[in-house]
């Protein structure tokens, strides 16, 4: 993981990743990258996603790329081959900045993975299946191993979405209006503030009077202040983990 943030040097002017995303179900994955900000983001040229069907690297004829696991249990394990022969085809192409693996037992996502994550040229990612990977894929190629919380999915393809998502929209240019994500929960450890718009008094209820002045000091000063209640009230592990407590 320590690799990931020490890149500086990219072009600030344009910036393009791509994503090469290694899987059994591709199809499972379409539909988030084809519709909003994700679907824009490509459009736009800001990113590229290339799915890779691991069965297609199988070299048996029932293309399965899963056996028993050594040692006896229930469960069966994505093998080494078909796995090596699709990471070094793309290796052979690019080198990437980052090799994922998605899996229940990796480092949690947070926000400060996905900013540095989101400074990338290059990102593979490989999807588990079953009882995961072979443990020796892990020790070869992979660079970060990343869960998105603390449960067990089917496989890693709804969780290498989820990374996805949280990476693409920090690429500059993704998002509209840029500073949006850098006010959004996490970013500096805490929550986001209360937002709200037109009407400005709905049944008895009214936006804070502050939003209303049209005086940006003090809506910052008050946005800060509800960042810090809330965070203090819903999450209060932020503020001490990043020592604002
Ligand atoms: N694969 C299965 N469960 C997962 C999780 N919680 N995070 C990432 N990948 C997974």
């Not at 070299?59 to 399965?64: A, D, H, I, R």
């Amino acid at each position: 993981m320590d690799r990931i943030g020490n890149k500086t040097a990219r072009n600030p002017y344009f910036c393009f990743m791509r994503i090469d995303i290694i899987t059994l179900l591709p199809e499972l994955m379409e539909s988030p990258f084809s519709v909003s900000i994700l679907k824009r983001a490509a459009e736009k040229g800001l990113v590229e996603i290339h799915f890779h069907q691991l069965r297609d690297f199988a070299t048996n004829k029932q293309k399965s790329v899963d056996d028993y696991q050594y040692g006896g249990g229930a469960g069966m394990v994505i093998g080494v081959e078909p796995i090596s022969a699709c990471i070094e085809h793309l290796q052979s192409e690019r080198s990437y900045d980052e090799i994922i693996y998605m899996t229940p037992d990796g480092k949690t996502l947070n926000q400060g993975i996905a900013n540095s994550l989101s400074l990338c040229d290059n990102i593979l990612i490989l999807c588990g299946h079953y009882k995961g990977v072979d443990q020796r894929i892990r020790d070869k190629y992979i660079s970060s191993e990343i869960s998105i919380g603390d449960f067990v999915l089917s496989g890693g393809e709804l969780a290498a979405s989820v990374l996805c998502d949280a990476v693409i929209r920090l690429i500059p240019g993704v998002l509209n209006d840029e500073s949006s994500a850098l006010s959004d929960s996490f970013q500096d450890n805490l929550l986001a503030p209360p937002v709200y718009t037109r009407p400005a008094e709905w049944n008895g209820m009214k936006v804070p009077e502050v939003l209303l002045s049209g005086h940006g000091a003090k809506i910052e000063t008050w946005r800060h202040e509800q960042s810090m209640e809330r965070t203090k009230k819903l999450r209060p592990d932020l503020l001490k983990e990043s020592g604002l407590e």
